[in-house]
């Protein structure tokens, strides 16, 4: 019933086909229906959602600040501050931890009146590339349940996949968003760094770290993406951008004369991708060819640092995650041991509780990157080669006008195949944490629209100038057309 376009959502409300209640009614019966296998949930809203959009219902009778986002019921990964809402961050050590105000995105939303369904499920702490690491529960792939849906945003892709929300916010550290996208077969956006307002995202990497959006479009990413870009001079990292041309206008023109660049340093002796599973290399090459039929060219381009850009990315994240993680010690917020002990064995005891084995791990490496005699030899060099990479992007953004490549190497795995190797999980990311290290915007696009229920989904991803979501975005309304 659903199963449409934000347009087509606003369009069918306008025109009274549907009220926002019946509409809130509906996903959160999908949820009920669904979410039982699924668990993209950690909780649901029903009862500030059915109020929400009552109020949104009576808004709509006196034709009062009607939006295009008015009445959109949307889901937000549990690492979002929603005021008065729990918010865990999908760990243990911030168990019964409420939100004193709401994230600036969800402030923004709030005055677009969207309608919030309930938080998602996440890898804990935003670390992890299955949504395994959960401290709450696994979340399985809509598409088949044997299998992961993607991290750390799996709850947030794994919910819209499954029709159980339009639309869920989710964050982007080295491919949180685009990777889950693609093993649930939805759009993933991560803007570029500094384009949406961080302010009210508990912290992973913060230098890294970006809010996104996984929907059914890229035509819906560009409408909620308007509605959450901007300045905030609540976040210093925060930057005020034109986003590379207007959503609103359908003319493709200057997309059909797109060129895309391929790296040259990820391909084969044969021009083909490396290191690709056989299903998501046919599907990589037919999205390509589509790509060409819109009248889009591709380009091999040198880019000599990408394929450094993996260990540069971790060395850097677990640096950042561990002096993140030292404000949790159980005692200000979250879960604390009640039994009378020294400080000292207080933080070790409330933080072995209350962090799971990834997050243990990323602790340890960070920190030891981060100590003295090691700071030069390994985050200080990261730094170094962060900058050329960056470098590269640029030199190349000189003749084409955005960057071409799959999302993840391989279709989803089945729930608990890696997650006893965390080294395959991480090269899981060699593609999607390019951008992440340069900041830049990349969307991931289903190849195909899923109507072949025993094939899974593949994603691939455009790389975007600084600030230029408008022109990926086209490229991906382009494709969907």
Same mark, same amino acid.
């Given at each position: ?23 809130t009614e509906f996903f959160i019966k999908q ?80 005055? $677009? ?16 590339? $299955?949504?395994?690491? $959960? ?142 599973d056989l299903e998501t290399a046919v599907e990589?090459?037919? $999205? ?178 600084p600030f230029h979501e408008g022109e990926i ?9």
């Amino acid at each position: 019933m659903f199963n449409i376009s934000i347009k087509e959502f606003y369009k069918g409300l306008a025109e009274k086909k549907f009220s926002a209640k019946e509409a809130t009614e509906f996903f959160i019966k999908q949820i009920k229906e669904k979410d039982e296998e699924v668990k993209a949930f950690l909780e649901v809203f029903e009862e500030s959602a059915l109020e929400e959009a009552k109020r949104v219902d009576e808004i709509l009778e006196k034709r009062e600040n009607f939006g295009v986002l008015t009445g959109v019921p949307m889901a937000v990964k549990d690492n979002i501050l929603i005021k008065g809402k729990e918010a865990t961050g999908g760990s243990k050590i911030l168990k019964g931890h409420r939100a004193e105000y709401d994230a600036t995105v969800i402030k923004k939303l709030k005055e $677009s009146k969207v309608v919030f369904l309930g938080r998602t499920n996440m890898d804990e702490f935003a670390m992890g590339s $299955s949504t395994e690491n $959960s401290a709450w529960q696994v979340t399985h792939n809509p598409n088949d349940l044997e299998r992961v849906p993607g991290g750390t945003s799996g709850g947030s892709a794994a919910a819209v996949a499954a029709e159980m929300a339009m639309a869920a916010l989710g964050s982007d550290t080295g491919g949180s968003i685009r990777q889950p996208a693609s093993f649930c077969g939805v759009v993933g956006l991560k803007p570029t760094y500094g384009a949406v307002s961080r302010f009210g995202l508990i912290a992973a990497a913060s230098s890294f770290d970006q809010i996104g959006l996984l929907t059914k479009t890229a035509e819906d990413a560009a409408i909620i993406f308007s509605a959450i870009a901007g300045k905030d001079e609540l976040d210093s990292t925060n930057s005020v951008s034109d986003f590379g041309g207007e959503f609103e206008k359908d003319d493709f023109e200057r997309v059909k004369s797109f060129t895309l660049g391929i790296p040259k340093e990820l391909l084969d002796k044969d021009g083909k991708f490396k290191g690709l599973d056989l299903e998501t290399a046919v599907e990589i090459e037919k $999205s390509k060819k589509r790509l060409e039929d819109l009248g889009i060219k591709f380009k091999e381009v040198s880019m000599p640092f990408i394929e450094y850009a993996l260990p540069c990315y971790y060395i850097m994240i677990f640096a950042e995650e561990s002096s993140n993680l030292a404000r949790f010690d159980g005692l200000r917020y979250g879960a604390s041991t009640k039994e009378n002990k020294s400080l000292f064995d207080l933080y070790l005891e409330n933080k072995s509780a209350g962090f799971g084995e990834e997050v243990k791990r990323r602790i340890i490496l960070g920190t030891f990157v981060l100590s003295s005699g090691y700071y030069d030899a390994y985050y200080g060099k990261a730094e170094k080669v962060r900058r050329l990479i960056k470098k590269d992007f640029k030199n190349v953004f000189s003749s084409v006008d955005a960057i071409f490549m799959p999302t993840a190497p391989t279709v989803a795995y089945k729930i608990g195949e890696k997650i006893i190797d965390p080294l395959a999980m991480y090269m899981g990311d060699i593609f999607t944490v390019t951008a992440s290290v340069a900041g830049l915007p990349a969307v991931s696009l289903p190849t195909e629209k899923k109507e072949n229920r025993k094939k899974l989904p593949v994603g691939f991803q455009i790389i975007g100038k600084p600030f230029h979501e408008g022109e990926i975005l086209k490229v991906g309304m382009a494709y969907e057309k």
